[in-house]
């Protein structure tokens, strides 16, 4: 398979005014999905220590299990509703539970949330998706390679998608669910993908709160400015090489595809 040439894109006819009609709610869930998580993520992040606070309280009198069931539940929900990033979350995970177990309440919580937001991209966008998709062979082309082409080759794209960041949770949910993406291959493809990165952020937080720092202002106060901003960045390079490879094996194995354009661009 070539690389679509722009005589290729040029070729795809453009949306009709019933079409335009039809995706006007999908737009406007898209617009809310992909500012709604970064506003109320760093909001989360502002007040983590509050966050943090509570649920100590929760392991004190139920223990660790119900508090990480709590807290996966809630990430669940959240981030299956376009409400939470998942990167927020995670860090709020690795700094209340430390690096392993903020990380499978974390997976538990992403592996919910894309139940919930591939479930609920199918019920928005119903048939009229799907309809759009099958009166155009080149899209469908590219539909066919990323859903059609074998469980585990379906698998392995998802993960390939789901790795980088430029690849928005909320948004690749309504992008997985509306082109009718297999609920296994998503539910597995999710797994693999969101891995790497929940743990790197887990991980980045726990150290961040293991000398007993309240907040990410404290963190800031005990640790230094450049010590913090050094780790910061490590955090992001190691985060932007994952993604570099995931989407330079997303093309080779999609030639034409990436994580952006599967799934409406970066967060």
Known sequence: MTKPSTSDHAAIAELSSGEKRDLLGLGALAAAWALVPAGLGFLLLARIGWVAEVYTGI???????????????????????????????????????????????????????ALLGHGLARLISGNRVEAIIERRPKVLAVRNALVDAGLMRSIGIVALLRVSPNSPFALSNLALGGSRTPLIAMFFGTAFGMLPRTALAAGFAAAAAADGSKDLVDVVRQKGLPLTLVGILTLLITVAVIAAVGNAALKRVVPGVDSDQASGGPS
């Open 59 to 113: 392991i004190d009198e139920q223990g660790l299990v119900i508090a990480i069931a709590i807290y996966a539940l809630i990430f669940g929900v959240t981030a299956g509703l376009g409400l939470l990033p998942t990167y927020a979350q995670a860090i709020l995970g690795g700094w209340i539970f430390g690096t392993v177990f903020g990380t499978v309440g974390a997976m538990m919580g992403i592996l919910l949330g």
